[in-house]
């Protein structure tokens, strides 16, 4: 069976005359009708953003005979877990505390959990190994939840298509300098695809690490444009008449 040659590609072109209908989309140098000339191009960026935030929460529990024990014990240990986050610059929007008292059979059951929101991941995991040390068995600590702020989305999103939208400059640039020409002011800028994913390339399973859960929290994003820039003609010395 005869192989086939791949389709050679199209990098750029002048053509002598060339209709609006005709040039529209298409990528390389045109001349317009009317002697303007214009470059159209595409480019492409891709960008990734860790997480930003990480949520937790800390969860005490306490049964005893007597009312007032239960809430002590309970009371004991939340102070001591505001006091941690405290310190360790958490703040207090980011922290939500839950209470919910009860009374079995016979005994009492108070129950509390601390919602808190860390901004630096380093912190976070010194409060909960310290966490751990002093209160042992007496607290129960959730999986770690790393996500991304509006904040740092919008910004991801921003900056790929910044990215993008020069990468298509710089290379209207080198084809009007190849051309012995130079670049004009843009015409046209629009953006064709927008792609966001996080990391899948690697399964884990049971217990990550901190590390592993911020890559696999990690977003990527990439952009797709395309452009028109206004191509200048070098101006020839002219003769003295």
Not at 28 to 47: C, F, K
Not at 94 to 106: A, C, H, P, Q
Not at 224 to 241: D, G, L, P, S, W
């Amino acid at each position: 069976m005869a192989s086939q040659t791949p389709a050679a590609r199209l990098f750029a072109s002048l053509p002598l005359s060339e209709t609006a209908d005709n040039v529209e989309n298409k990528a390389g140098v045109v001349l317009g009708q009317r002697g303007g000339r214009e470059v159209h191009v595409s480019g492409y960026s891709e960008l990734s953003a860790a997480p930003d935030r990480a949520r937790v929460s800390f969860h005490l529990s306490s049964t005893k005979a007597a009312a007032a024990e239960a809430k002590g014990s309970v009371q004991r240990r939340l102070e001591y877990i505001e006091q941690c986050l405290r310190q360790s610059g958490v703040m207090e929007e980011n922290v939500n505390i839950t209470k919910e008292f009860r009374k079995l059979s016979n005994t009492y059951q108070m129950e509390a959990e601390v919602f808190a929101i860390f901004l630096n991941f380093e912190k976070l995991q010194s409060v909960c190994n310290t966490l751990v040390e002093k209160l042992e068995n007496s607290i129960a600590i959730s999986p770690v939840q790393f996500y991304h702020s509006p904040q740092c989305l919008e910004k991801l999103r921003r900056e790929v298509c910044i990215g993008a939208v020069g990468n298509a400059r710089r290379k209207a640039q080198e084809i009007c300098h190849l051309v012995g020409h130079s670049l004009g002011k843009a015409l046209t800028i629009r953006e064709e695809e927008m792609r966001e994913w996080e990391d899948q390339s690697e399964n884990y399973y049971g217990s990550l690490s901190i590390q592993h859960k911020i890559k696999s929290a990690t977003i990527h994003a990439s952009s797709k444009v395309c452009a028109t820039f206004e191509i200048k003609t070098k101006e020839r010395n002219k003769k003295n008449c």
